[in-house]
């Protein structure tokens, strides 16, 4: 490595000038925030793989840059054991360039290119993430139950990461005492259907998505069509039976559901995905094979709730989503986190599948939906 020399910009520049070839080997996204004036741009590893078909002769004098000057120095030396002659690669890379107050231009791209660079460029760095991880993301349909405590956090962070198609689903409208967690809403919203605030809020976000405001109870009449083409469900509930609902129906129809609930100065988030590893993952419904009675379970407006709360634990349902759709990291199947804010503790509980769950039995035949409301009541 010591014998590929290293220039500093102003000498790239003077090189530049009397005829050699510079090179940004960063990626496209990376490119997109300014190149060095004069610079070609070719990813590293599409110079690597062939570099016949971008360079010309070995005798040509060719420089190299990228962002700091770790992989200009790595590709130089690649080419260099190849036999190409007239190899440098510049100190710093374009971190120096721009400190030394040399001309950075922005590449040919189209408005679409251009937003998708910049918006997701921290996103597009990370290797489990990537340009291919971006479009996965973008072309990912997410149902969100409830513009609430828990929608509203986690919708926001989903809107923002880039998941092409939200569908929110909520009956409710916007009341001043929502406004504490609730932060997808603003007073000025107060009175106006839920699903509607969410909805212009997001696309103030991020315009480019598709955000399907269903103003409707979820019902079993409707929950069919609501899971129609969707990837995962966000459980952003605050009742016994819509969960059960959504249990039962994501497991009929093999869709993962991240599961969150709050209560007071309590949180916990789970994954259910019982309908596509039977036997193996749990449901809600090994987790409460019945509900608990009514005063035991009060909801915020009866029992109170820390207004941070909501986002902690939406926020963490959020990510779950994230990773689901990416496939990457170890999703929260077969473990219950709570979350004590009070203490600022975490703890995690294994949970195993019940072998005579009525629902998530292997071999069990889906009975159907039953009147939810009756069997929460007792």
């Known amino acids: 490595m010591s014998t590929i020399p290293e220039l500093t910009p102003a000498q ?8 050699a070839l510079l090179i940004d080997v ?5 490119r997109a925030t300014g190149m060095a004036e004069g610079a070609l741009g070719i990813a590293k590893g599409d110079l690597q793989a062939e570099p016949g078909t971008h360079l010309p002769a070995a005798e040509r004098e060719v420089v190299l840059i990228c962002q700091s000057g770790k992989r200009s120095m790595e590709a130089a030396v690649f080419l260099a054991d190849l036999g190409y002659t007239h190899i440098a690669s510049v100190r710093g890379g374009t971190t120096a360039w721009r400190a030394d107050g040399l001309a950075l231009v922005q590449p040919m791209q189209s408005d679409a290119e251009r937003d998708f660079n910049e918006r997701y460029s921290r996103h597009l760095l990370l290797p489990q993430v990537g340009v291919e991880g971006q479009k996965t993301l973008l072309a990912s349909r997410v149902l969100v139950l409830g513009a609430g405590g828990l929608g509203a956090p986690a919708s926001f962070y989903l809107a923002a990461a880039g998941v092409g198609h939200l569908r929110i689903a909520d009956d409710d409208v916007v009341d001043r005492s929502n406004l504490h967690r ?3 809403h603003t007073d000025a919203s107060v009175g106006e259907p839920k699903v509607l605030s969410a909805r212009a809020r997001l696309l ?3 315009p480019s998505l598709d955000v399907e405001a269903v103003q409707a109870r979820v019902t079993s009449d409707n929950i069919d069509a609501l899971l129609e083409g969707v990837d995962v469900v966000l459980d952003g509930s605050d009742n016994f039976p ?12 093999g869709i993962p ?23 193996t993952a749990p449901c809600y419904r090994c987790l409460f094979p019945e509900p608990p009675p009514p005063e035991f379970a009060p909801n915020c407006s009866e029992a109170g709730v820390l207004g941070v709360l909501p986002g902690m634990v939406g926020l963490l349902q959020a990510t779950e989503v ?3 759709l990416l496939g990457i990291g170890e999703p929260l199947i077969g473990r219950l986190l709570t979350f004590d804010a009070l203490g600022m503790r975490f703890r995690e509980t294994r949970l195993r599948p019940d072998p005579g769950c009525p629902l998530c039995a292997p071999g069990r035949a ?3 939906y039953i009147d939810y409301a009756a069997f929460c009541s007792g």
């Open 257 to 279: 559901l991240v599961y969150g609930a709050v209560e007071r100065f309590t949180g916990q988030v789970s994954v259910f995905d019982a309908g596509r590893q039977r036997g």
């Open 242 to 253: 819509l969960r059960y609902l959504l249990n039962d129906a994501c497991l009929q129809h």
């Open 322 to 324: 994230l990773k689901l």
């Open 12 to 19: 790239a520049r003077e090189r530049l000038a009397h005829g």
């Open 204 to 206: 103030a976000l991020n």
């Open 26 to 30: 960063r990626e496209a996204h990376e």
């Open 182 to 184: 609730q932060i997808i």
């Open 366 to 368: 889906f009975p159907g």
